[in-house]
């Protein structure tokens, strides 16, 4: 059975960075993609930013120049940098691996607020 892990949100004041990672019990590169999703209040869950296995990176809009997504195959981890943060960024951040089907970590909460 997949797990994904999240960890790293936080309370941050505007410009601020975190970091959120997500630990998977399996081997990263079975999935394709694997990316980070958001939720905020009353809004429909949206992609952040997606790995493919072979290391192509995409992003929202909204987040390009701003977040960065990498990963470490020795540990199992994806990483989301997150750098200049923007109040609007405030939502719950999600894991997402694809591999035959959907799994979900069971997020984190990211806030920027002053």
């Known amino acids: 059975q997949v797990q994904l892990v999240e960890s790293g949100g936080g309370l941050v004041q505007p410009g601020g960075s975190l970091r959120l990672s997500c630990a998977a019990s399996t081997n990263i590169l079975s999935f394709n993609p694997m990316g980070w999703y958001r939720q905020a209040p009353g809004k429909q869950r949206e992609l952040v930013a997606s790995?493919?296995?072979?290391?192509?990176?995409n992003y929202a809009d909204a987040v390009k120049g701003r977040f960065t997504i990498s990963r470490d195959v020795t540990k199992n981890t994806v990483s989301l940098q997150m750098n200049s943060l923007k109040p609007e960024d405030t939502a719950v951040y999600y894991c997402?691996?694809?591999?035959?089907?959907?799994?979900w970590g069971q997020g984190t909460q990211v806030t920027v607020s002053s």
């Open positions: 997402k691996a694809v591999r035959a089907g959907d799994y």
């Open positions: 790995i493919t296995r072979f290391g192509n990176r």
